[in-house]
T-cell receptor
């Protein structure tokens, strides 16, 4: 299993541009999450999904959109990029059933908006 | 979700036990205590979790007080590779078990 994969690894955007961060998991997990991590800080939840077709906002959803059309994929869309969105973005997934909901994280996407 | 309080940093000698405390005095009955760690700038790694009983796995032990208001993560024989930021997180089913990371404890294991 590849686990959770994220593309791209690095990206530089100009202010006002848009992009989609890709996240794919091959563990047949129901739950998927997007977090962002600013320098020296802990991760903050942007959006999460408990299954295909179901998404919900986290702590910092403004400026982002998500969709979950398949179990495997959970893309994060940035519209009108702003310097405040410069961060490291982590995608995670978990099985979401039973007694264990441990999350498996991808390697992250480092985004700079200038 | 309940908030957690952790010391910002701790040191531990290699080979000794590392005991990382966490306060979660506002935890509610259906909330679990989860521990993750983040090594350098990698994605966080799950360590262990519990509801009210003490738990042990191949990585660590989790001791939860009887009133559930605090817990301690124990790394029994710390190695240099255990140097990381450790996050104590309280989460529940009604939030999709989403994780609310604070600043964590930066653990430095020294030779």
């Amino acid at each position: 299993n590849a686990g959770v994969t994220q593309t791209p690894k690095f990206r530089i955007l100009k202010i006002g541009q848009s992009m989609t961060l890709q996240c794919t998991q091959d563990m047949n997990h129901n739950y998927m999450y997007w977090y962002r991590q600013d320098p020296g800080m802990g991760l903050k939840l942007i959006y999460y999904s408990v299954g295909a077709g179901i998404t919900d906002k986290g702590e910092v959803p403004n400026g982002y959109n998500v969709s979950r059309s398949t179990t495997e994929d959970f893309p994060l869309r940035l519209e009108l990029a702003a310097p405040s969105q410069t961060s490291v973005y982590f995608c995670a997934s978990s099985y979401g059933m039973g007694v264990s909901y441990e999350q498996y994280f991808g390697p992250g996407t480092r985004l700079t908006v200038t | 979700d309940a908030k957690t309080t952790q010391p910002p940093s701790m040191d531990c000698a290699e080979g000794r036990a590392a005991n990382l405390p966490c306060n979660h005095s506002t935890i509610s009955g259906n909330e679990y205590v989860y521990w993750y760690r983040q090594i350098h700038s990698q994605g966080p790694q799950y360590i262990i979790h519990g509801l009210k009983n003490n738990e042990t796995n191949e990585m660590a032990s989790l001791i939860i007080t009887e009133d559930r208001k605090s817990s301690t993560l124990i790394l029994p024989h710390a190695t240099l590779r255990d140097t990381a930021v450790y996050y104590c997180i309280v989460t529940a089913p009604n939030s999709g078990y989403a994780l609310n990371f604070g600043k964590g404890t930066s653990l430095l294991v020294t030779p």
